[in-house]
Nanobody, 115 residues
């Protein structure tokens, strides 16, 4: 079992930045990949970014160039740096970890982009 805890969400003005954190209950060395998703009201959960155990990132086209995923193995934490935020980025952001054939999700953190 892997527990994930997201933090760092909040209210930010358009054009602003936030950094989300996802702390894992186990060493992230043992995870195949970790990623970030979001879900806006009335919409399906959307993939944003992922990073493999080897550190290779990949991004959805919708956030490429604005969002950056990174990992700190010593802290068992994955981050999502979000820049130039837009109102359409408003959603609950979720962290996902994959180990073997299993996926684990955090509880989510709310990001609201509004003036």
């Amino acid at each position: 079992q892997v527990q994930l805890v997201e933090s760092g969400g909040g209210l930010v003005q358009p054009g602003g930045s936030l950094r989300l954190s996802c702390g894992a209950s186990i060493s992230i060395f043992g995870l195949n990949a970790m990623g970030w998703y979001r879900q806006a009201p009335g919409k399906e959960r959307e993939f944003l970014a992922a990073i493999t155990s080897g550190g290779s990132p990949n991004y959805a086209d919708s956030v490429k160039g604005r969002f950056t995923i990174s990992r700190d193995n010593a802290k068992n934490t994955v981050y999502l740096q979000m820049n130039n935020l837009k109102p359409e980025d408003t959603a609950v952001y979720y962290c996902k970890a994959t180990r073997l054939a299993y996926n684990y999700w955090g509880q989510g953190t709310q990001v609201t982009v509004s003036s």
